[in-house]
């Protein structure tokens, strides 16, 4: 079955960074992108952006250029997103999603707190 | 960027009723919407798809709607596990946006 398998929650500092993955199996990784969601902690979910998992082209939304990189290990069906510097306002759970038009498959999120 | 409002914020329904969520995009969306139900601690799970199609292993209770800008779901007979929280999403143009959600509980 499909299954996309993220990693474990993350305590960090700011300024530190977080590497974070999403493992993909039960499908063809390089059929489908690979989506990336931000949900703060009582709040909605916020759409970062997306890489082609073909070509490995990341797309990123505006409030998430600069900081925010995603990539690929294509050989380990594993997406990534790396985050770095940092800030109080990064605390949230992170979604990995695959895309087939709507966001039809997602990992169990990531929780990654920030915390001087 | 396309915005999604949707309606009401929260929303108390007792056992068995039918209940209704409206989602607004602020232009022509083409039916590209998706509806996602989220429990607490957990991921969200399409519903929903193309407005009107139900996803693969989601009860027939829920129903989707609309086309242009206007959407809705629907909940028959309302379940105690239906209790969660609903998003709708547009897929028609990037930024992909989503509502700001629907919080249901059982009254």
């Known amino acids: 079955q499909i299954q996309l398998v993220q990693s474990g929650p993350e305590l960090k500092k700011p300024g530190e960074s977080v590497k974070i993955s999403c493992k993909a199996s039960g499908y063809t990784f390089t059929d489908y992108a690979m989506h990336w969601v931000k949900q703060a902690p009582g709040k909605g979910l916020k759409w970062m952006g997306w890489?082609?998992?073909?070509?490995?082209?990341?797309t990123y939304a505006d409030d998430f250029k600069g900081r925010f990189v995603f990539s690929l290990e294509a050989s380990a069906s594993t997406a990534n997103l790396q985050i770095s510097n940092l800030k109080n306002e990064d605390t949230a759970t992170y979604f990995c999603?695959?895309?087939?038009?709507?966001?039809?498959?997602w990992g169990q999120g990531v929780m990654v707190t920030v915390s001087s | 960027d396309i915005r999604m409002t949707q309606s009401p914020a929260s929303l108390s329904a007792s056992l068995g009723e039918t209940v209704n969520i409206e989602c607004l995009a602020s232009e022509d969306i083409y039916s590209d919407l998706a509806w996602y139900q989220q429990k607490p601690g957990k991921s969200p799970q399409l519903l929903i798809y193309n407005a009107n199609s139900l996803q693969n292993g989601v009860p027939s209770r829920f129903s989707g709607s609309g086309s242009g800008t206007q959407y809705s779901l629907k909940i028959n007979s309302l379940q105690s596990e239906d209790v969660a929280t609903y998003f709708c999403q547009q897929y028609n143009n990037y930024p992909l946006t989503f509502g700001s959600g629907t919080k249901l509980e059982i009254k």
């Open positions: 999603a695959r895309f087939y038009g709507p966001l039809d498959y």
């Open positions: 890489i082609n998992t073909y070509t490995g082209k990341p």
